[in-house]
């Protein structure tokens, strides 16, 4: 009963690196979403995917980048880290139709970018 | 377009007490609203949610909140606090980007029980 699963759980980086973040759901979401969540500002979304082949850009995408690689798996990549980018980041699913139907989410990644 | 507004960022009750955690939404449709709890080092989690109908809706945990469109509110209560309650609670309300429904959230309330 994993649900959506997120890996790594923490992560330490230096200015300028790179790295995806991968995430997986098991519960045949059609929709996936990404999300950074900062002290005061809850959580704002980065990229999210409507169903399989999709994705298109949220609210702060800049410095990332998505693929949909399957129905199940959903990665959030960084190619040049900023300290900006220091957050913890979230993978959520759900399904598309049915507006009752909640997000489930990941346990989320800790990411420190030095 | 949806926004959700949480007063206070920080919320102390003494176990016993009563939890009141208010959150005031803007939405150009109809409303789909959520709570959502956050323990220390975990994701989020569905406490409740309102959609239609009944405008009061009981959640896990003994939550409870109550729709009230007039008002614009879906404030989140508890009659009392219980310690393992001291968490995040962010509100949050649907929405739709044309393409996928979306989740705006609210900055969140900190939960604090006291002895």
């Known amino acids: 009963n994993a649900g959506v699963t997120q890996t790594p759980k923490f992560q330490v980086l230096k200015t300028g690196q790179s790295m995806t973040l991968q995430c997986a759901q098991d519960?045949?979401?059609?929709?996936m979403y990404w999300y950074r969540q900062d002290p005061g500002m809850g959580l704002r979304l980065i990229y999210y995917?409507?169903?399989?082949?999709?994705?298109d850009k949220g609210e702060v995408p800049n410095g990332y980048n998505v693929s949909r690689l399957n129905k199940r798996e959903f990665s959030l990549r960084l190619e040049s880290a900023a300290p900006s980018q220091t957050s913890v980041y979230f993978c959520?699913?759900?399904?598309?139709?049915?507006?009752?139907?909640?997000?489930?989410f990941g346990d989320g990644t800790r990411l420190s970018i030095l | 377009a949806q926004s959700v507004t949480q007063l206070g960022s920080h919320v102390s009750v003494s176990e016993g007490a009563l939890v009141l955690l208010r959150c005031n939404y803007s939405?150009?449709?109809?409303?789909?609203l959520f709570w959502y709890v956050q323990y220390p080092n975990q994701g989020l989690q569905l406490l409740l949610k309102?959609?239609?109908?009944?405008?009061l809706v009981k959640g896990i945990n003994g939550f409870e909140a109550e729709f009230k469109k007039s008002e614009t509110s879906f404030h989140l209560t508890k009659p009392s606090a219980h310690m393992s309650d001291a968490a995040e609670y962010f509100c949050a309300v649907r929405g739709y980007t044309g393409t996928a429904s979306k989740l705006t959230f609210g900055t969140g309330t900190r939960l604090q029980v006291t002895l």
């Open positions: 309102y959609t239609t109908g009944a405008t």
């Open positions: 995917s409507a169903s399989e082949g999709t994705t």
């Open positions: 939405s150009s449709v109809p409303p789909y």
């Open positions: 519960m045949n979401h059609n929709s």
């Open positions: 959520a699913s759900t399904y598309t139709q049915g507006w009752d139907q909640p997000q489930h």
